[in-house]
């Protein structure tokens, strides 16, 4: 299974952009980019994925480098309720039940 | 429009009992996936089921766990003869297709705790 490999921790200020990295030098050309975010005691939660071309959502903006080795979650404006545990993971267009989850980024969102 | 629905969300065994885990997908969703996560660890994988089939269960131990998603009916999880080991949180999910465009949808899981 290709591997994403992100950053322990990171912190931002309430209504600041966060900018979240994912490294995935070994995707392959038909591996979807997708994040989730999980916090304490809840399952995890579908934010954002995208294929090539940069993404947005209400939630946040995907953007995605143009050898597609690596992917940046963006926050527009950081809330105390985006603290979470945020997860890249690839997931490819065959075999897609099986979706590997690495030890994901934890948000600490300071007011 | 209920989400994934997880039950019991806390669940208490001792020591060789067994362990029944449910889960109703999104309605209109036909394609089940289970997930366990160790204390301070990410998702690993463990099943991904079809309607009355299982597609992929390299995840799975090859012993004393089983899981399927009849016809009518949740998704269970089985888990026999439980060890302290198996004490986890245990995550579905589903989507209404398979491909990796599809976002899966997760419940809200069941905290297993052996003692």
């Known amino acids: 299974d290709a591997k994403t490999t992100q950053p322990n921790s990171m912190e931002s200020n309430e209504e600041e952009p966060v900018h979240l990295p994912c490294n995935h030098s070994?995707?392959?050309?038909?591996?979807?980019i997708h994040w989730y975010r999980q916090l304490p005691s809840q399952g995890p939660e579908y934010v954002i994925h995208g294929l090539t071309s940069n993404v947005n959502n209400r939630m946040a903006s995907l953007a995605i480098a143009e050898d597609r080795k690596s992917s940046t979650l963006i926050l527009h404006r950081a809330t105390l309720r985006d603290a979470a545990v945020y997860y890249c993971i690839l997931r490819p267009n065959t075999n897609a039940g099986k979706s590997t989850f690495g030890d994901g980024t934890t948000l600490t969102v300071k007011p | 429009n209920a989400g994934v629905m997880q039950n019991p969300r806390h669940l208490v065994r001792r020591r060789g009992q067994e362990a029944r885990l449910r889960c109703s997908p999104m309605?209109?969703?036909?394609?089940v996936y289970w997930y366990r996560q160790l204390p301070e660890e990410g998702l690993k994988f463990m099943v991904y089921?079809?309607?009355?089939?299982?597609?992929?269960e390299s995840g799975m131990p090859k012993e004393r766990f089983s899981a399927e998603f009849p016809k009518e009916g949740p998704s269970i999880l089985r888990i026999q003869q439980v060890v302290r080991g198996d004490s986890a949180a245990y995550f579905c999910?589903?989507?209404?297709?398979?491909?990796?465009?599809?976002?899966?949808?997760f419940g809200d899981g069941t905290r297993l705790s052996i003692l």
């Open positions: 999910a589903s989507s209404p297709q398979v491909g990796g465009d599809q976002p899966q949808h």
């Open positions: 089921l079809q309607k009355e089939n299982i597609i992929d």
């Open positions: 070994t995707i392959s050309g038909t591996d979807y």
């Open positions: 309605k209109g969703h036909s394609h």
